[in-house]
């Protein structure tokens, strides 16, 4: 029987529709823009960076095609750059030397560490960003974990007492933001108080509030160089990939401790995440589109099985539709350029 034997439909599709017809106002590029519900501009970015000692000097990141860390002074001119981008902040993390690196991760209270020593050059050169620090034990640590290490058990509240130290020394450094990505219990309030105490009070937090033990940061411990050291995984303190009522528990604890923002980490696996927490709560809302992401994109399209600008904007274009203010990703500086032009 072929398509022309075959009985018509029973109805026709005004019939089914009742003449409602979606495509309407798909029909036209100038139509399609009208009704464009979210959008993405270069305010909702945050740039990620990494940063070395020393001066002058790059490193490739063989999972991050296109990312390098880098030394300050060249960190300093990707500051500049990305405001004259109109990137609204960065989002510093340090790749370590070897042997300043410790079971207590003590370097990151060092006010001359390389996070806060990019704090002041960026701060003193490019007063119009914003600098969020990352307080985390991890690329400090010989082992790699976000705590302190005893015993096989990442230790809660020395890890908090520690980080409360090192978030204050970032705040002198000229960290706008205090960036928790450690999962410590009490750790938004014990940071909160210790900036308030130290005359910090208008240094914001943004939380890590759900982060999720996730396979997708292999990259970046690439970047920070913390792959080769970490023993065993973060479940002890990170939360379940299968898990949503648990991660609206944290986000409401992180919340009443006195987190200004919240983030969801990982990205494009957990936007049901982000719009339940910015259904729920309300408060500016983030994602972080880690290093395993941009890392899935960058490879498909190297091999030419993915068009790899269309792939990046969606991706982004998706966090906004999922009700986040911002996102934290490794394409801001070319999203900027591209949404520029
Ligand atoms: C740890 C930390 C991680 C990332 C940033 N800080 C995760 C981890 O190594 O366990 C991941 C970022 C990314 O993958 O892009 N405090």
């Given at each position: 029987m072929n398509h022309m034997d075959r009985p018509p439909l029973p109805r026709s599709v005004d019939e089914i529709t009742g003449s409602r017809r979606l495509r309407r106002m798909r029909k036209a590029d100038w139509s399609r823009r009208m009704v464009q519900e979210t959008r993405l501009t270069v305010d909702d970015l945050i740039w990620p960076i990494f940063i070395i000692e020393g001066e002058n000097r790059t490193e490739d990141i063989a999972a991050m095609p296109g990312v390098k860390r880098m030394t300050v002074d060249l960190a300093v001119r990707e500051a500049e750059r990305a405001a004259k981008l109109g990137i609204p902040a960065l989002a510093t993390f340090p790749n370590i030397?070897?042997?300043?690196?410790?079971q207590t991760g003590?370097?990151?209270?060092?006010?001359?560490?390389v996070i806060n020593k990019a704090s002041r050059a960026i701060k003193a050169a490019v007063p119009d960003i914003g600098i969020i620090t990352d307080v985390a034990l991890d690329p400090f640590t010989s082992h790699g974990h976000d705590g302190i290490l005893r015993d096989g058990i990442i230790v809660n509240d020395e890890t908090v007492e520690l980080l409360a130290r090192a978030a204050v020394g970032q705040a002198e450094a000229g960290a706008d933001i205090i960036a928790p990505s450690?999962?410590?219990?009490?750790r938004i309030g014990a940071i909160r108080d210790a900036l308030d105490g130290a005359?910090?009070?208008?240094?914001?937090i943004m939380s890590y509030a759900t982060k999720f033990?996730?396979?997708?940061y292999g990259p970046y411990r690439e970047a920070v160089g913390t792959g080769g050291l970490?023993?065993?995984?973060k479940k002890t303190y990170y939360i379940d990939p299968s898990n949503s009522e648990e991660a609206i528990r944290e986000t409401e604890a992180d919340i009443a401790e006195g987190a200004d923002m919240v983030m969801v980490k990982p990205g494009m696996p957990y936007l049901d995440i982000c719009r339940r927490l910015k259904d729920t709560f309300g408060l500016p809302t983030f994602a972080y589109q880690v290093s395993g992401e941009y890392a899935m994109i960058k490879a498909a399209a190297a091999n030419g099985w993915l068009d790899h600008d269309r792939a990046m904007m969606e991706s982004l274009a998706a966090f906004k539709r999922a009700g986040c203010d911002g996102i934290l990703t490794y394409f801001a500086p070319q999203v900027a350029e591209m949404l520029k032009g």
């Open positions: 030397a070897l042997d300043k690196r410790d003590s370097h990151i209270l060092d006010a001359d560490n450690d999962m410590m219990d009490g005359g910090f009070q208008d240094v914001a033990a996730s396979g997708f970490l023993k065993g995984d």
